[in-house]
């Protein structure tokens, strides 16, 4: 099967791994390794970034510190980071976990260079901690990561299917798009993409795909070229 995609960088919401009963669905995210297991099997080289949305979501308290909040919520992408290798590897799939803040103890350290090397040696790369600073979004660090990597494009897997005119879960008017420029959303201000995110990647000409992770096999349906969810480019 002609793949679209050589190298691909998919972020995972937090939201979208969690259980009902529970922080992390682990069979869920299982179900994600095989179907990216299939998207390493035909050729594409697969990097992942997730958020933590699952287990801690910006400041708990107005008066809580916020670079304090931030660096709880880097750690808690590792924790989603671990699960991901942790299922990941029981399916089959030779996974390392690459953290921007070191933790050694835990997991790599990430150097691009040390990540490009797995990837093209056939595992799969974590990245967690965000972009290891404060003030900045795992969407964003999704983006800084792909633009490192040199991914072809970012696969953005959310508990949403795309892209809408407004957000559809308080206006019902609101329309989905299929094809946007980035420009759009920063004139917007449409908040299902971060808008810094939004302008790096415009930056650097990566296109995007938006699409609902309700079912994992959309992951392999866009790696292979169907047209799912919400294409965003420059």
């Known amino acids: 099967m002609d793949i679209s995609f050589k190298r691909v960088l998919l972020k995972l919401s937090g939201e979208a791994l969690s259980a009902k009963d529970g922080v992390i669905d682990y069979e869920y995210i299982q179900k994600i390794g095989s179907v990216v297991r299939k998207c390493v099997k035909d050729g594409v080289q697969v990097a992942i970034v997730v958020g933590a949305g699952n287990i801690w979501r910006g400041r708990q308290g107005l008066s809580m510190d916020r670079v304090r909040a931030d660096h709880m919520g880097m750690l808690a992408t590792v924790v989603n980071a671990l699960a991901i290798q ?101 004139s917007n201000h449409l908040g299902v993409i971060d808008m810094t995110a939004a302008s790096l990647a415009m930056d650097n000409s990566i296109p995007l795909y938006l699409f609902g992770l309700d079912d994992p096999e959309n992951i392999y349906r866009v790696a292979k070229g169907e047209h799912i969810g919400t294409i965003v480019r420059k």
């Open 86 to 186: 942790d299922a990941f590897i029981s399916v089959g799939l030779d996974t390392v976990v690459m953290s921007a803040v070191e933790m050694n103890a835990f997991c790599n350290q990430y150097t691009q260079r040390d990540a490009v090397r797995a990837l093209e040696s056939g595992k799969v790369v974590v990245f967690g901690a965000g972009t290891g600073n404060p003030f900045f979004s795992t969407d964003t660090g999704a983006v800084l990561r792909a633009a490192e990597i040199g991914a072809d494009v970012i696969l953005m897997a959310k508990n949403i299917d795309g892209v809408y005119t407004d957000d559809p879960r308080k206006n019902p008017d609101a329309k989905k798009l299929s094809d946007v420029t980035y420009d759009y959303i920063l």
